[in-house]
């Protein structure tokens, strides 16, 4: 019987292919002001403190809105939007460079923290901040003159790469800079996705106030492509101002080279370790890169393959396999990807001289075991049998035959299966022979 594992063990030997990974990668992580105005922003620089001490790279874009409307309104004043823009009048302005001077003030002080029996102890973190942003009015649009609201020009990468390189974490905040000495107010997302492009960064991440993404159900989106983010845009469905600008962030920033944005519900504890840490994540991924597919099997899944089938040879489920055997027959592996792992595989042996191809090691990871993999990887294979002109299916299975029979296997013998199979069929294992025949 094996030990138990402790679960602290367990999980952090899980992390351990994502701090791998993100050692050495450039994050741009993108909030708004009600996290800078929450009890929780201290954890959450924790954690930014955290993913700085695993070599990750990090551009914090810090938004100021709440901030800002609350200096607006402490002179009496209101603040004026159209279409989601602030007109940024004179006074406003001023209310901008004193609401996001104190932004970054409270941020460069909780991120200088480093107090014994803290999560910060020892952390001596140097923060970087700069005129890194230049911008350009936005003008007069639909005749509204926005006046000192304005739109990134260009980001200076080459310094914010310089203070990276120096080991120091950036903050950026919605302001930019004209060559003529003027300020402007800009979007925090807009600056968020014209660093991250600049930066060829790999990853957007943005802390949403909600809880995500959600589908016409409700329920959270966990991947989406940029066509697909944008077609959520375009639906009407209500989302809320904060997720249709991360959103749109996040479309920007993949359509002009990042390869994935992240977005995650801030206030859900530590959601961004989780969602950069676990293999599924907790937020929603858009992405124009293959997070999951199916594809056929290279010599390098071997040790992928080798890791799902070993507990059920283990069980008797399945046939030993050796890795010689494994990787002799790789070529007739199919295998589901997420993310860098396998947690899918099935084996393809045709026999074209009886119009018929046999089923063998169709596993799937035990956390994807109700998440229609195994169909996945059985219509793939139905797909290649009818490429190849192959008119049915067989399948020998000790412990599983309800699960084929409830996609159209039926039971069968062994004259049903060609001759070159029935002679190394193994009487001693009993195994059900089920065949299907495809339509």
């Known amino acids: 019987m094996s030990p138990k594992i402790d679960p602290f063990v367990q999980h952090f ?24 105005a929450s009890k929780d922003l201290r954890t959450l620089l924790y954690d930014v403190a955290l993913l700085h001490s695993l070599g990750v790279r990090i551009v914090l874009v810090a938004g100021a809105r709440p901030q800002i ?58 923060v970087a901040t700069g005129n890194f942003v230049m911008a350009q009015p936005i003008g007069v649009l639909d005749g509204v003159d926005y006046q000192h609201t304005g739109k990134p020009r260009r980001v200076d990468a080459e310094a914010i790469r310089q203070r990276l390189d120096d080991g120091a974490i950036v903050v950026l905040t919605p302001i930019g800079y004209s060559s003529t000495g003027e300020a402007f107010n800009i979007s925090s997302h807009e600056v968020a996705a014209a660093t991250a492009t600049a930066l060829r960064a790999d990853k957007l991440i ?158 799937v990871h035990p956390d994807y075991r109700t998440t229609g993999r195994g169909d996945q990887l059985l219509q793939y294979f139905e797909r290649q049998c009818a490429a190849q002109g192959l008119r049915r299916i067989f399948v020998l299975t000790t412990q599983t035959s309800h699960w084929f029979r409830e996609r159209g296997f039926e039971s069968c013998n062994i004259d049903d299966v060609p001759a070159a199979r029935r002679s190394a069929y193994d009487l001693g294992r009993r195994s059900k022979i089920l065949l299907k025949t495809l339509d």
């Open 13 to 36: 030997r899980a992390s351990a292919p994502y701090i791998h990974a993100h050692r050495g990668r450039t994050f741009v992580i993108m909030f708004g002001g009600e996290a800078v």
């Open 69 to 126: 409307d609350a200096s607006l309104h402490r002179r009496g004043r209101s603040p004026k939007y159209i279409n989601g823009l602030r007109i940024t009048d004179d006074v406003a302005i001023e209310c901008v460079k004193e609401a996001v001077g104190a932004t970054r003030v409270e941020l460069e002080a909780l991120l200088s923290m480093s107090l014994p029996n803290s999560p910060m102890a020892g952390a001596r973190l140097r």
């Open 206 to 363: 943005g802390l949403l106030e909600g809880d995500g993404v959600p589908d016409e159900k409700g329920h959270p989106h966990s991947q989406l492509t940029p066509r697909e983010a944008e077609e959520i845009l375009r639906s009407g469905r209500e989302l809320g101002h904060d997720v249709e600008r991360h959103l749109a962030a996040a479309i920007e920033a993949c359509r002009a080279g990042v390869p994935r944005a992240h977005l995650v519900a801030r206030k859900s504890d530590g959601a961004l370790l989780r969602e950069l840490f676990t293999r599924d994540g907790v937020g929603t991924m858009v992405t124009s890169e293959a997070f999951e597919g199916v594809r056929p099997a290279e010599r390098g899944d071997v040790g992928g393959i080798l890791a799902l089938i070993e507990p059920l040879e283990e069980q008797g489920i399945l046939v030993r396999r050796p890795r010689e055997m494994l990787e002799n027959d790789i070529q007739r592996f199919t295998v589901i990807e997420r993310d860098g792992m396998v947690v899918g595989c099935t084996a393809f042996y045709p026999y074209p001289d009886d119009a018929i191809a046999e089923l063998a090691c169709l596993v």
